[in-house]
């Protein structure tokens, strides 16, 4: 099976464009959580998607959004890039949004997001 | 909010030898999960080893084992017999069960494995 797919893996955007990244999760999981991993730092929380409803959202403004498709897939996108958002963007998928511990979630190996 | 602290930015450890990693924690809630997840240059977060708080025994995955402190609110890691593959960025975690849909983690320990 294959695991967490996200696209592109890498790419350079310019202050002030809009960014859309890609994430599949794994086959039957339903529930897709995007994280945003400065460099240096652990991954911060940004958003959650089930069943295409959001179901949680962190601390991120509103140039912030995503949404999710009827095949479970999910898009993040940025707007108004600032060189603040240079980061990887790591996209996490699991069975359901608040999963029993064994069913756990899978993360992806991100996209790496450079504003210059 | 819960809060999720490494002190220890890195560390190294000499091949075959013992390591323990230490991440504190900050919640109010009594039931929880905690986790360490690996994360090698391919970038991906790779589950280590997770430990329920209502369980009074710690958890152990083969080489890697916790020593879970509720009280004290301390997870530390310990990595047995370390291996030239353990070298990667460490990472605690922390979610809620209940309202469980993020997981609140730590800025990271980097580990270096000497040959």
């Known amino acids: 099976d294959a695991g967490v797919t996200q696209s592109p893996t890498h790419l350079i955007k310019t202050r002030g464009q809009h960014v859309t990244l890609r994430c599949s999760p794994i086959?039957?999981?339903?529930?897709v959580s995007w994280y945003q991993q400065v460099l240096g730092q652990g991954p911060q929380f940004i958003f959650q998607?089930?069943?295409?409803?959001?179901?949680g959202r962190g601390n991120f403004p509103d140039r912030f959004s995503a949404r999710q498709f009827p095949n479970y897939s999910s898009e993040l996108n940025v707007n108004a890039l600032l060189l603040g958002d240079s980061a990887l963007y790591l996209c996490?998928?699991?069975?359901?949004?608040?999963?029993?511990?064994?069913?756990?979630?899978?993360f992806g190996s991100g996209t790496r997001l450079t504003v210059v | 909010a819960q809060t999720v602290t490494q002190s220890q930015p890195e560390m190294s450890v000499q091949e075959a030898e013992t390591v323990t990693l230490s991440c504190t924690y900050d919640?109010?809630?009594?039931?929880?999960?905690l986790f360490w997840y690996k994360q090698p240059p391919s970038r991906q977060m790779i589950l280590v080893i997770r430990?329920?708080?209502?369980?009074?025994q710690n958890a152990t995955e083969n080489r890697f084992s916790v020593n879970f402190q509720k009280a004290a609110k301390s997870f530390s890691l310990k990595i047995s017999d370390s291996q030239l593959g353990d070298a990667a960025m460490y990472f605690c975690?922390?979610?809620?069960?209940?309202?469980?849909?993020?997981?609140?983690f730590g800025t990271g320990t980097s580990l270096t494995v000497i040959p």
């Open positions: 975690a922390y979610r809620n069960p209940i309202t469980g849909n993020q997981f609140y």
């Open positions: 086959s039957g999981h339903k529930s």
């Open positions: 996490a998928s699991s069975l359901l949004p608040q999963p029993p511990i064994d069913y756990g979630y899978t």
């Open positions: 998607y089930y069943e295409k409803e959001e179901r």
């Open positions: 919640t109010s809630e009594s039931d929880y999960y």
């Open positions: 430990q329920e708080a209502y369980k009074q």
